[in-house]
């Protein structure tokens, strides 16, 4: 077995391992976490949401509601 020392970031809960290991290889993971970022740390929300891309405004996703058909209600 050999070991490999990288750090990462994790971006939507994924760590990406080096292109160097080819796909198929068992791994064993072990995960340090820094708890002092961690805990109590409600700035991370204004990075979190300051990442997120701009996927359009309410009117790029409203629709008419007109489906070409006439309503008609029995009386």
Request: proline share 4%.
């Amino acid at each position: 077995m050999q070991a490999i020392e990288f750090e990462a970031t994790t971006f939507q809960h994924t760590i990406r391992i080096p292109d160097h290991i080819p796909n198929g290889v068992s791994l064993r993971v072990l995960l340090l976490v820094d708890d002092a970022k961690t805990k109590n740390d409600t700035s991370h929300w204004k990075n979190l949401l300051g990442s997120m891309p701009n996927v359009g405004s309410d009117e790029d996703f409203s629709r008419s509601l007109d489906y070409g058909r006439e309503i008609s209600w029995d009386s």
